[in-house]
């Protein structure tokens, strides 16, 4: 399966932002997916998964309260919905699957996209 993010961009602290996960090649419902990022200088971090039916989510608690990951089975697409966004949040964010695992360890993921950057300006 080939997994693209989109979405990324320029924003300024306090804005939102909304990146897309686009599945290619298998059906999304048989994967739980995970958003994480990479700020420079930085190891990758987790930031969200949702299971394969989407009804269950984890949130870091960094971005608790300000981000939503949701999935759309049918369009083949997850999202991650930023709001209240921080400079702290620059960040490469990438997203990836899996079919056997569900939960915040990025080495248990088979499946990742390249990646799309976001730039919180303050």
């Known amino acids: 399966v080939q997994l693209q993010a989109s979405g990324g961009g320029l924003v300024q602290a306090g804005g939102s932002l909304r990146l897309s996960c686009a599945a290619i090649?298998?059906?999304?419902?048989?994967?739980?997916m995970g958003w994480f990022r990479q700020a420079p200088g930085k190891e990758r971090e987790f930031v969200a998964a949702?299971?394969?039916?989407?009804?269950?989510?984890i949130h870091a608690d960094s971005v608790k309260g300000r981000f939503t990951v949701s999935k759309d089975n049918a369009k083949k697409t997850v999202y991650l919905q930023m709001n209240s966004l921080k400079p702290e949040d620059t960040a490469v964010y990438y997203c990836?699957?899996?079919?056997?695992?569900?939960?915040?360890?990025?080495?248990?993921?088979?499946?990742w996209g390249p990646g799309t950057l976001v730039t919180v300006s303050s």
């Open positions: 990836a699957g899996t079919s056997n695992y569900y939960g915040s360890s990025p080495e248990k993921y088979n499946y």
């Open positions: 090649g298998r059906a999304l419902s048989s994967l739980n």
């Open positions: 949702i299971n394969w039916a989407g009804g269950g989510t």
